[in-house]
């Protein structure tokens, strides 16, 4: 079991920036894909961004050239930096990685991030 923790979310207005952390307490980060999600009340999750353990990285259309995944393993810490935000940016924001079994198995609980017009 793989405990993860976000941070960085807040208030922000359209245009602006944030940059999200996701940490393992206590352990290193998993030698795996981890990837970044979001959802707004009423819809699905939604992908957006995926590192492997050898800093490949993967995007979704909607979110590449304005987000950045980026991963510090000796910080044992997987970063998603937001730029040029928009309001129908706004939606929680979560951190996962893969198991064994090449899937999202481990989730954290979540940062909210809220854009203002």
């Known amino acids: 079991q793989v405990q993860l923790v976000e941070s960085g979310g807040g208030l922000v207005q359209a245009g602006g920036s944030l940059r999200l952390s996701c940490a393992a307490p206590g352990r290193s980060l998993p030698r795996s894909i981890m990837g970044w999600f979001r959802q707004a009340p009423g819809t699905e999750r939604e992908f957006l961004a995926a590192?492997?353990?050898?800093?490949?990285?993967y995007y979704a259309a909607s979110v590449k050239g304005r987000f950045t995944i980026s991963r510090d393993n000796a910080k044992n810490t997987v970063y998603l930096q937001l730029n040029n935000l928009k309001p129908e940016d706004t939606a929680v924001y979560y951190c996962?990685?893969?198991?064994?079994?090449?899937?999202?198995?481990?989730w954290g609980q979540g940062t909210q991030v809220t854009v203002s017009s």
């Open positions: 996962a990685a893969q198991s064994s079994r090449r899937q999202y198995d481990f």
């Open positions: 590192i492997s353990w050898s800093d490949d990285t």
